[in-house]
């Protein structure tokens, strides 16, 4: 397995890490005895680092992570980086409500996410949303004293814009920020990353794969539950959806001349914007994850990058990347 280094203060890790979201959320029905047999086929190909959150099944993923390690080998469970976001505040009807970045919030969640994960350190720690009635000082000063506590090897942040990263750095080292980046989402490349190479910070990017959206496998016919993320994402819908899946045709066309599929090529088109970028992939399946994992193998030349950028031009996507409600939440948007 290929490794990447998170930012200048932040662990080695896999180049593509897991992203154990869909397993417990969002993305419809889950199989947990699937969603178990991933996660250790993701730790049986190198891969090292898992992400999850504590809101994703409101602890459900933080407990499918915990099972998964108590079922792998020592060397696995050794081996393996939890990265957890918290700060999501929950309705009993599962809605979204808010954030807390409060300093003792900061550390209740903590302590109910090493119980569930059932270890004694988690070793990225980020608020999923800028808290924005606290100042990100304070909430990263409090993941600061757990680092010193050792309770928490890493701080990492998530979703926040240029100078809220360089607030957070200010008051301690900064492993990587954890953003949306894909071949349809780039709004980081104007100030964002420019802000966090120049501190040394790493990103781990999310919805690499924009949800399924540019994976080759969505169609306009495929019906989603209520629950499903995509049910509510602009990009997603109507029209929206037929422009986006244009895209997509275009991107297939450049991945059937290489031989690849359309999720290799857009997973390899973010592996190659920078050494220190590491895609989390999605996959609940092993199907899904042995597909994406490939895309390692895949090198992209300058002619390539060149073909896609005309398939996906910069800024092509229709629709928001979130729903209006949401986007109010990205600071990283602002
Ligand atoms: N910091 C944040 O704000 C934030 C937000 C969202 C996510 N995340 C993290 O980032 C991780 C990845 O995000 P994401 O789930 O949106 O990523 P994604 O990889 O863009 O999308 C995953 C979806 O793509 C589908 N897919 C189709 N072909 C695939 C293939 N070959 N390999 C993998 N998936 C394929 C999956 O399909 P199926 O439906 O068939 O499973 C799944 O529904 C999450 O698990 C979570 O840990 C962070």
Same mark, same amino acid.
């Given at each position: 397995m290929q490794t990447r280094v998170l930012g200048k203060n932040g662990p080695r890790t896999s180049?593509?890490?897991l992203g154990c979201m869909g397993m417990s959320a969002l993305y419809g029905d889950t199989d947990r005895a699937e969603s178990v047999a991933t996660v250790h086929a993701a730790l049986d190909a190198g891969v090292?680092?898992?992400?999850?959150?504590?809101?994703?099944?409101?602890?459900?993923?933080?407990l499918l992570i915990n099972e998964a390690l108590r079922t792998t080998s020592a060397a696995?469970?050794?081996?393996a980086l939890i990265s957890v976001k918290f700060g999501a505040l929950r309705t009993v009807e599962g809605g979204f409500t808010g954030y807390d970045g409060r300093p003792e919030a900061v550390k209740n969640f903590a302590a109910y996410s090493l119980q569930r994960l059932g270890t004694d350190h988690i070793d990225i720690y980020r608020i999923a949303r800028l808290?924005?009635? $606290?100042?990100? %000082?304070?909430?990263?000063?409090?993941?600061? %004293?757990?680092?010193?506590?050792?309770? *928490?090897?890493?701080?990492?942040?998530?979703e926040v814009g240029a100078e809220t990263v360089r607030k957070a750095a200010s008051v301690a080292p900064v492993s990587d920020l954890q953003i949306e980046y894909s071949l349809i989402s780039r709004g980081i490349e104007d100030q964002i990353l420019p802000a966090c190479r120049e501190l040394g910070i790493g990103v781990t990017a999310?919805? *690499?794969l924009s949800r399924g959206l540019i994976s080759g496998n969505w169609s306009s016919q495929r019906e989603l539950s209520p629950g499903d993320f995509r049910s509510m994402s602009p990009r997603f819908s109507g029209e929206n959806l037929e422009r986006n899946l244009t895209l997509v %045709?275009?991107?297939?066309?450049v991945a059937?001349?290489?031989? $690849?599929t359309v999720a290799q090529t857009a997973i390899a088109w973010v592996l190659s914007r920078g050494e220190d970028i590491v895609p989390l992939i999605g996959a609940r399946t092993r199907e899904r994850l042995a597909e994406s994992l490939s895309a390692l193998d895949v090198t992209l030349d300058a002619d390539d990058l060149d073909a896609i950028e005309q398939a996906v031009p910069?800024?092509?996507?229709a629709g928001d990347r979130y729903p209006a409600a949401q986007m109010a939440h990205l600071d990283s948007e602002k």
């Open positions: 180049a593509l890490g090292t680092l898992l992400d999850t959150g504590d809101f994703y099944g409101m602890g459900h993923n933080e696995h469970r050794e081996r808290d924005p009635a $606290v100042p990100v %000082e304070e909430t990263v000063g409090a993941i600061a %004293e757990l680092v010193t506590a050792g309770h *928490v090897r890493h701080i990492g942040l998530s999310y919805g *690499v %045709e275009a991107l297939r066309r059937d001349g290489k031989g $690849v910069a800024g092509s996507a």
